[in-house]
DNA sequence: CTCAAAATGTATAATATTTAGCATTTGATC
DNA sequence: GATCAAATGCTAAATATTATACATTTTGAG
């Protein structure tokens, strides 16, 4: 953890500004309401969709109504790159979290400025890797830790992905899902993070009391050697 | 699993095959034994490796002798990738198994070329791309399955990254950190899948005997409604 | 071929987690 | 501000998993 440090940077922010300008000229900005459903698994439009305000939680919903959520995405992330690769389906359910704006931007408009702008290709290569390392960390966490640390590192993973937002509008039997665990054990964790004021549980909410702290207990107490 | 149905080209057929003699053409051939270490985390020097015979085990080596693997890279696949565009040391160990060839290529050789010749980033992101979604199942099968269901996932994935080889080289210690249960538990769920001859257990690898049979028994017992 | 080291096989007690149930709190709506 | 659905809080029995221990098998070195 403390070896190799991620940059937290969005993918927005990764590309020039003036290529940031030209890709947001191509696209179009819609606007959700709270919890509507922004893509659909399954679905074959391709196009890359990048957060203007809001949130949107990227995820897959279960038939008898769980969701488990993937990531949580705020301003400038992107998601959607994966369907201007591969000729693929989308893989993911994403939904907005609040009033939300996304810029759309079709695979053919996209296509035309990759062309042309390398920069482009280095950002979503950046972007795309940086979630690969993110996985994999996950992942370990998945296999190495006991359940109040791997709660402690996915709300830290998420606080990151969500930009500056002090806290993450999750209802505890979604967390629980995306932690592989169950609402019991998640609850007996988040309580004990709550009692050492790390965060504050909330109503269909967990807020975020001192980033700072909580990414130093992560390191503490999730490291791998270094 | 159905629905969305991954392309296993390693990277290297993903080019056009004049760029892929070009960039094999910038690299430097080197030999491993079996188990030499290829790769440090940690180590700073940037490059993209392809395999080009043998394999190679990507994870991260405990202090206590622990090995979690990641991933296991057969020929044409591709790794190092994240220290060409994040100016970050490495993630990662990566380990020769058996007799093993890797084409090394440095950084700023790979940068001239990336400049010139746009299928390289296409290729690249596909690569990276569709391993994220592989990531993404993984992390899927890790919270949502059974032991079992998780044990013959994992290794359904592994034999696609190895190419057509058909065993994997691994200790059951090894498989088991990687998938985050106790030996104990790993070689249960081996045996049940060995009495259902979909593998055979081996010392110190795992023979696939039928990997579509495998692929058919993983789509039925670990989808998710598709 | 023999032997030692390494890896796998297996049993049992201890522990962590889940399941299932109901109680309580919260927030939105009328 | 009363009411109801949704979400969280909590408990205890049932279950899955781990930790620990030791036996057995395999491989490779001499």
Redesign the pocket.
Known sequence: MSLIDIDATPFLGLLPPRVAEELLGLSVLVKYSNGQLIHTRGELKPGLSIVHSGAAHVGVNGIDGTFVTAAALGQGECFGEFTLFTDLPRTHDVSSIGETQIYQISKSKFDSLYEREASISRALLKTTLTRTHILLETLDALRRL???ERTAKTLLTMSYTLGRADSLI???????YS?????????????QL?SIELIE??????NFLDRDALARWVQQHCGISD
């Open positions: 006991p359940i109040l999750i209802k505890q039997i979604d967390l629980a932690l592989g665990v169950t609402r019991v054990s998640l609850a007996k964790a988040l309580k709550a549980i909330g109503y269909g909410r967990i």
